[in-house]
């Protein structure tokens, strides 16, 4: 589960701004809206709504989360010597634009042990990382490495619960490129310490913004199994958008796949975004989803290309399968923009279904909004809830709803559009 993620440089980010997922001592929705820690056990949100206007930088936390999770996975494998890491720093500011980005990631991963990693990297090269885990609650420094720019070289340092024979160690140094992590470089060399985390990061972290776009894979290899198909069905039935079934068409694609528009309906799948474990689907593949409707006359059906569909009904396509392999992996999904094209009861639906009892892996949503419906006591703990506004340096500044220590009973909705929390946008009049 993800305990606390920062960023400082990136984008619109300026200073370092931290999204914590610690619950406070409220006790409003514990059972629902918390994870049921043991003991001294961390107890963890499992839900977070992010609010702002537009261009305040709320898109680009998570894209900071999804530049991580890029560099993690593809650092060791993706680039070759010398090619440009995907980071840009914020560039209103010339002594900031000479600095490298910065990422601190605290989680809890699959093995139970909580982690803390950090990266600093330029579009040239990395700059530090480190990583520090808790496996029986005392802080453990695995491993550490910074570039001195003054003398041109890297500094290592391993820690004596690093479980690796000398030798090892500097093979896996040697093999770690300027433009490439560690992390990833000694999971290629087979390390097995560091999986849980590695794995934690690729894979229970699914981060969804503009840039990335939303990959219907997932959804697409529902729909390849039986009993998928009825998960999927029942995912799609709650929006009563009328569609009595789904079905998969693949068609075959040349070895030089168009990179034109698709013909009417067609939805191609992104596979450079990355496959989970275990995916079947081949890459030299065009799906097509067709929607089959009863006539309200007759009994038989007739197919709709799912691209004429309306954009809701393609966007909630598009989210059941991550929604449903997130709830069932216990995954961490962060979605820029959850409402557009959906209804606000079909908003609230999908935050709903992390806050329920079918959440039984503790799976989180941090999510980006402005459907202020959303802004509800009766949904969402006062914690739960984040505001992303510009700064007078024009950078980003995320801050809690707690800042404004709002009373329980409180309107957050009507509060927040009179402005009383922030983060709202400043409307000129023109009507002169």
């Known amino acids: 589960m993800l305990v606390e993620f920062s960023v400082t440089n990136f984008r ?3 200073a370092r ?29 499992r839900s977070a709504a992010i609010y702002g206007p537009n261009a305040a930088g709320k898109s680009n936390l998570l894209r900071a989360l999804e530049t991580l999770r890029q560099l993690v996975q593809n650092s060791a494998i993706g680039l070759q010597e010398g090619q440009r890491l995907p980071v840009t720093p914020f560039l209103l500011s ?30 040239e090269r990395v700059f530090k990382e480190w990583l520090v885990a808790y496996p029986q ?27 690796a024979e000398r030798a090892e160690r500097k093979v896996w140094q040697d093999f770690t490129r300027d433009n490439a ?40 290899e529902l729909l390849l199994q039986e009993s998928g198909q009825e998960k999927i069905m029942r995912f799609m039935r709650t929006a009563d958008i009328g569609i009595d079934r789904l079905e998969l068409l693949e068609e075959e694609l040349t070895p030089s796949p168009p990179t034109g528009p698709l013909l009417p309906g067609a939805m191609r799948v992104h596979l450079e975004l990355g496959l989970p474990p275990g995916a079947q689907l081949q890459a030299q593949k065009r799906f097509r989803v067709l929607a089959w409707h009863r006539c309200a006359d007759a009994i038989e059906e007739v197919p709709l290309e799912l691209g004429d569909e309306s954009d809701g009904t393609q966007r909630l396509f598009q989210f059941a399968g991550g929604w449903l392999r997130a709830l069932e992996w216990g995954a961490t999904l962060c979605v820029d923009e959850l409402d557009r094209s959906l209804h606000p009861h079909m908003t609230r639906f999908l935050v709903g279904l992390f806050l329920s009892r079918s959440n039984e892996k503790n799976a989180q949503l941090v999510f980006t909004t402005h459907d202020t419906t959303v802004l509800d006591t009766d949904l969402l703990r006062r914690d739960q809830i984040w505001l992303v506004e510009k700064d007078e340096q024009s950078s980003s500044r995320l801050y809690s709803l707690l800042d404004y220590s709002p009373r329980k009973d409180e309107a957050l909705e009507r509060g927040y559009l009179k402005g009383r929390y922030g983060a709202i946008p400043l409307i000129a009049n023109l009507r002169g």
């Open 137 to 163: 609650g005392r802080p453990q420094r695995w491993f550490e490495r910074e570039y001195a720019p003054e003398t041109g070289s890297q500094r290592w340092w391993f820690g004596p619960n690093f479980k």
């Open 94 to 123: 010339k002594a900031a634009a000479r600095q490298p980005s910065e990422f601190e990631l605290v989680f809890i991963a699959d093995d139970g042990v909580r982690y803390h990693y950090c990266c600093a990297a330029s579009p």
């Open 181 to 220: 992590l560690f992390l990833s470089t000694a999971i290629q060399l087979n390390n097995a310490q560091l999986r849980p985390a590695f794995t934690w990061i690729t894979q229970k972290l699914i981060v969804v913004v503009p840039v990335v776009g939303l990959n219907p894979l997932l959804s697409f």
């Open 17 to 45: 701004q931290t999204l914590n997922m610690v619950a406070s001592a409220d006790t409003a929705h514990r059972q629902h809206n918390v994870s049921p820690g043991k003991g001294r056990d961390l107890r963890l949100l």
């Open 12 to 14: 619109s980010i300026q």
